[in-house]
Nanobody, 122 residues
Framework: QVQLVESGGGLVQPGGSLRLSCAAS????????MGWFRQAPGKEREFLAAISWSTGHTNYRDSVKGRLTISRDNAKNTLYLQMNSLKPEDTAVYYCALDRRTIWYRGEYEYWGQGTQVTVSS
């Protein structure tokens, strides 16, 4: 089994920044992808970004390119999401997830964290 634990969410003013973290533990795979998703109130969960754990190749949702950056620290088994120039519409629960498919897959990942709340408000 894989355990994913997100942290770093909170309240931030518009224009501010946050960095989310996701610590992974448990079962390991030879190749896998980790991604970030979010779900705003009353909306479906949406894909944001993915990274290949072995190569570091990335894939982003067009609407977040330039503002969100996904990265990973292999030694710490930790995934990150740097979010800049935050807007009120970025308010959502943010989830990290792991899947054995490629970074181009944007569907339902195999393993999910519990989510962390991000609220962008003045």
């Amino acid at each position: 089994q894989v355990q994913l634990v997100e942290s770093g969410g909170g309240l931030v003013q518009p224009g501010g920044s946050l960095r989310l973290s996701c610590a992974a533990s448990g079962r390991t795979f030879s190749t896998y992808t980790m991604g970030w998703f979010r779900q705003a109130p009353g909306k479906e969960r949406e894909f944001l970004a993915a990274i290949s754990w072995s190569t570091g190749h990335t894939n982003y949702r067009d609407s977040v390119k330039g503002r969100l950056t996904i990265s990973r620290d292999n030694a710490k088994n930790t995934l990150y999401l740097q979010m800049n120039s935050l807007k009120p519409e970025d308010t959502a629960v943010y989830y990290c997830a792991l899947d054995r498919r490629t970074i181009w897959y944007r569907g339902e990942y195999e393993y999910w964290g519990q989510g962390t709340q991000v609220t962008v408000s003045s």
